[in-house]
């Protein structure tokens, strides 16, 4: 087998308003079953995602909070790769009117248009924290940590490497680790920059487009991207395809 892992992301990928439909839970199976792993990447709080996916221990690895926390299902082991927010921060950004924060281990997020206050109560505290957007939500992470940086740290674990990853996806925040994969797809609800990155966008939207994409991927491998996958040595044609999408990425 070329690719032996599949990274998806969470909602708008495999979860469609916030459950794994039928066809996408049969398809991780069927993954497994077929000797690959599967690896969850999401922007959700793990407690989050635990409350609306019971299926969680489908999947090897599950990296939460845009990749600042990386949780193992069997053992229930959370792993942190970043520090979290100080209290101040999210006293100040209440002090600004931002309401409805969430605040994760790490992970700090609110949604549109709070990026103002935010963005002012950083630079006001002198931290050195991002801002990553996926579509309306906001999300605060220690500089250098997003999903990148949970995905290494898993393949690392299951002994992989990004030039064995196959990963799926849809919005702005999952632009880095699908730029790192082997292979790039997007499902077919994606939003233009990562339609544009993906060596094939599925047919189909969301968990029916990640179903689509395992039959392949367990069929023949896809084949029909042999010899033009992306790896981050190489940068061949996978990843350039819409490379003139990079001034839209959001982290």
Known sequence: MRYL???????????????????????IA?????????????GRRLDQLLA?????????YVVAENGALVY????????????PPPAEFIERLRSLGVDG???????VSTWLPNHIAV??????????????????????????VNKVTGLDYALRKLVL?????????????????????????????A???????AAFVTQREAGQGVAELIDELIADDLARIEGNSSSTSSQSDCVRMGRQSQSLRMG
């Open 52 to 60: 609306v996916c019971p299926q969680i221990d489908l999947f090897d």
């Open 101 to 107: 924060v969430e605040v994760g281990r790490v992970i």
């Open 72 to 83: 193992a299902p069997r053992t229930r082991v959370e792993t942190l790769l970043g520090k």
């Open 191 to 197: 939003v233009p920059s990562i339609r544009q990155l």
């Open 5 to 27: 892992a599949l990274a998806t992301d969470y909602d708008g990928t495999i979860a469609i308003d916030g459950q794994m439909p039928v066809e996408a839970v049969a398809g």
């Open 119 to 144: 963005l002012q109560a950083i630079q006001e505290m002198g931290l050195e924290f991002h801002v990553i957007f996926n579509r309306a939500a906001v999300m605060v992470l220690p500089a250098g």
């Open 30 to 42: 069927r993954l497994r079953k077929s000797g690959r792993r599967a690896i969850l990447v999401t």
């Open 161 to 189: 490497s990004f030039h064995e990853t196959v990963g799926i996806g849809d919005a702005e925040n999952d632009y880095s680790f699908l730029e790192r994969c082997e292979c790039a797809v997007a499902v077919a609800n």
